[in-house]
């Protein structure tokens, strides 16, 4: 079974930075894309950033040039470095990867992880 776990959410200061991490395990062959969402109180979630097995990234125009997107391919783990943090950016924040378990799938399966919050405030 696979289990996308996130972690490094917290509570920062306006202007502030945070680095969250998505580590995939179990049975996987490949995981493409990764994303990142978020979901703010009373609104629905909403698509961050994207990042392709071959590198590449895609960003909702309110992070963009604040928030980067990594990954590491042989650790099947997924970043997201945010800079320049605003209250708006206030949310729990999910990893999405869509998994193939073994060269032989055809699809891939839609995984979420478990979310982590990230509080924004002075």
């Known amino acids: 079974q696979v289990q996308l776990v996130e972690s490094g959410g917290g509570l920062v200061q306006p202007g502030g930075s945070l680095r969250l991490s998505c580590a995939a395990s179990g049975s996987i062959f490949s995981i493409n894309p990764m994303a990142w969402y978020r979901q703010a109180p009373g609104k629905s979630r909403e698509w961050v950033a994207s990042i392709a097995s071959g590198g590449g990234v895609y960003y909702a125009d309110s992070v963009k040039g604040r928030f980067t997107i990594s990954r590491d391919n042989a650790k099947n783990t997924g970043y997201l470095q945010m800079n320049d943090l605003k209250s708006d950016d206030t949310a729990v924040y999910y990893c999405?990867?869509?998994?193939?378990?073994?060269?032989?799938?055809?699809?891939?399966?839609?995984?979420w992880g478990q979310g982590t919050q990230v509080t924004v405030s002075s």
């Open positions: 999405n990867g869509h998994i193939k378990r073994t060269i032989s799938d055809k699809v891939a399966i839609s995984s």
